[in-house]
């Protein structure tokens, strides 16, 4: 069965401390991944994807199959960061997380 | 332009009472997708539709959930004799296309439902 796991709930950090958002998944197949994002009192949408290898608001992600993980990094975290985010796996359906609650404090 | 609307808003309904939830998805996207947003238990995948066809029904969660798509836009998810927990926020996206998953899902503001 397909499984996107986000161990922590909740992480805060300083404003300028590196961040790492944790995002493990179970594919039996070749996985496509997603990061959502959902800022306070807006909609959910999506941050980067693993096809694209970019770069979105400083974050990015590496898919690292030998560990089934793909974990959001940003080496200086803003403020404005601080949001909901949702690891999703694409297997026919898109199976997320259950999310992190970033808080990056000042 | 207009992203994906969904109405209404908000939603309280007396237990054991029928919902309709409804979606409007962005102009041009044939793909379609319903999912629930419970408190603790992240986001819920309950159907998708590829036109007005449904071909995975597989996340709705009893008999008493069902949807349907016309006109290959608007969308209307049925909640039929509502329990307490249907209470969540249920959100629709809609993406280009369905066949490669890695278009991007763009999503509504979500219909909040709370059944006392």
């Known amino acids: 069965a397909q499984r996107v796991t986000q161990p922590e709930k909740l992480l805060s950090v300083f404003k300028g401390a590196p961040v790492e958002l944790k995002c493990n998944y179970s594919y039996s197949g070749s996985p496509e991944l997603f990061w959502y994002v959902q800022y306070s009192r807006q909609r959910l949408q999506l941050l980067l994807r693993?096809?694209s290898r970019e770069s979105i608001k400083g974050f990015t992600a590496d898919l690292n199959k030998g560990e089934t993980s793909f974990h959001l990094k940003k080496p200086f975290a803003q403020e404005e960061d601080s949001a909901m985010y949702y690891c999703a796996l694409s297997s026919g359906k898109l199976v997320f997380g259950k999310g992190t609650k970033l808080t990056v404090n000042p | 332009g207009a992203g994906v609307s969904q109405s209404p808003s908000n939603k309280v309904t007396e237990k054991g009472k029928d919902v309709e939830l409804r979606c409007d998805p962005i102009s041009g996207h044939t793909a379609l997708y319903w999912y629930r947003q419970s408190l603790g238990q992240g986001l819920e995948f309950l159907i998708y539709f590829q036109g007005n066809s449904a071909p995975d029904k597989s996340g709705l969660p009893s008999d008493r959930f069902s949807a349907e798509r016309t006109g290959g836009s608007v969308s209307t998810l049925t909640i039929q004799r509502t329990q307490q927990e249907d209470s969540a926020v249920y959100l629709c996206?809609?993406?280009?296309?369905?066949?490669?998953?890695?278009?991007?899902?763009?999503f509504g503001p979500g219909t909040r439902l709370t059944v006392t």
């Open positions: 996206a809609s993406s280009l296309d369905r066949a490669l998953f890695s278009y991007e899902q763009y």
């Open positions: 693993h096809i």
